[in-house]
């Protein structure tokens, strides 16, 4: 009986903590089911479970202790210190918070004191007359940061293994809430609140486990593109800086935005609607769509309608920074052709010329702007399952 209980307590400690981070970070097949609930009920229950499978062996372990053999307790110490070792792994080191963590100073810098290259990839927002960017390749290893912007609290968030950029009011209930980095599902980052321990979904800002389940954070508009675009449009804008003491983890991004880093969860397939493929993807209502990068790269504009909403895709000549148009205006739906130059728009309507911005450079539309839609590059698997009812675009076959 002791045996039979001091065998069961070990599998059963062994069992508990790995598998309490298992369904939580990307070991190979922890993220393709749907565990978020049991994850969250082990992440929560770890404590009283530890301590009872410990008080279960105790006896067992001392009567071990107790006999004259010398292999048994070896062995048993052998097993024992196995434990020990995955106890300190599996809570200090593979644990996302213990792998990502938040800057130890925050440095924003003008355009002409910027550090960060021109062709390097951002998210930018404003709010309240006051710009902000910041690199992917620093939040790509944070994950997440606060921020306050025209007055307003704002959350920065970013998955890399994911291709997502949002920006979320921290808001709940009232509070300016604190988060931190638990894990991810189905590859997707998690964040935990600090108030009430749930745990949210980075690329829809819905809480996938706990108290809270089932709210959704509100997001604030962004968008992405190249530095040197978000300055072309925002040139006092303020931008992100690198914290030095975590050089050697932006370092390892330095090729993530084109996508040709070495890490397999991160770099880019270059065919189309592959696991790993770029698409575009956006959401109107209950209805959402994505648009295949290459096609949308080769074409630099393509038209389209969602139901409600006739809309208009570019990529501007940096070939990275695009944009999603409303192409209504005035009461009017815009058709758009490519003009004469090769480079700007023209709309048949009344033939004014337009640029990748979406502002009116000539014609009786002169100096006005389409306006945006929120729209997110992203891998093709992540916005698959996160919007399981998506339609793609098919493109004309020439």
Not at 25 to 43: E, H, K, L, V
Not at 261 to 266: P, Q
Not at 313 to 328: K, L
Not at 368 to 377: C, D, M, S, V
Request: hydrophobic fraction near 40%; include cysteine.
């Amino acid at each position: 009986m002791k045996t039979t209980l001091l065998i069961v307590g070990l599998l059963a400690l062994f069992a508990f903590e790995i598998s309490r981070v298992y369904f939580i970070m990307p070991f190979p097949g922890s993220q393709q089911s749907n565990t978020i609930s049991f994850a969250y009920w082990m992440d929560q229950n770890i404590g009283w479970l530890r301590l009872a499978l410990l008080a279960m062996i105790a006896y067992p372990v001392y009567r071990i202790f107790q006999q004259r053999g010398v292999w048994k307790k070896a062995l048993l110490l052998l097993i024992l210190g196995l434990y020990t070792a995955v106890f300190y792994f599996f809570n200090f080191k593979f644990l996302a918070d213990k792998m990502f963590y938040q800057p130890t100073v925050k440095t924003f810098s003008d355009a002409n004191a910027n550090k960060i290259a021109g062709n390097k990839l951002v998210i930018g927002l404003s709010v309240n007359g006051q710009a902000r960017a910041y690199p992917i390749q620093l939040i790509g290893y944070h994950h997440l940061l606060r921020d306050t912007v025209g007055n307003v609290p704002i959350l920065v968030t970013y998955c890399t293994v994911c291709r997502t950029g949002r920006v979320f009011s921290p808001i709940i209930n009232g509070k300016n809430e604190a988060f931190r980095l638990v894990g991810m599902d189905h590859f997707n980052a998690m964040f935990e609140d600090v108030t009430t321990k749930s745990w949210w979904r980075q690329s829809t800002g819905e809480a996938v486990a706990g108290p809270l389940k089932g709210m959704v954070l509100n997001e604030i508009p962004s968008s992405q593109s190249t530095l040197a675009a978000w300055l072309e449009i925002y040139p006092n804008s303020s931008v992100l800086q690198p914290d030095t003491f975590f050089n050697r983890q932006y370092k390892d991004l330095a090729n993530y935005d084109n996508g040709t880093i070495k890490g397999s969860l991160e770099k880019r397939d270059s065919a189309s609607w592959k696991f790993k493929s770029w698409v575009v993807g956006v959401s109107h209502g209950s209805d959402a769509k994505a648009y295949d990068w290459n096609e949308l790269a080769k074409d630099r504009f393509i038209e389209d309608s969602l139901p409600g909403l006739p809309l208009m895709a570019t990529i501007e000549q940096d070939t990275a920074t695009f944009h999603v148009w409303n192409r209504s205006m005035d009461g009017k739906t815009l058709h758009f052709m490519k003009a004469t130059d090769g480079v700007h728009l023209e709309d048949a309507t009344t033939h004014s010329v337009w640029d990748a911005t979406g502002l009116c450079v000539s014609g009786s539309l002169k100096g006005r702007q389409l306006e945006p839609i929120q729209a997110y590059q992203e891998f093709w698997h992540s916005w698959n399952m996160f919007h399981p009812k998506t339609l793609t675009f098919d493109y004309p076959k020439i």
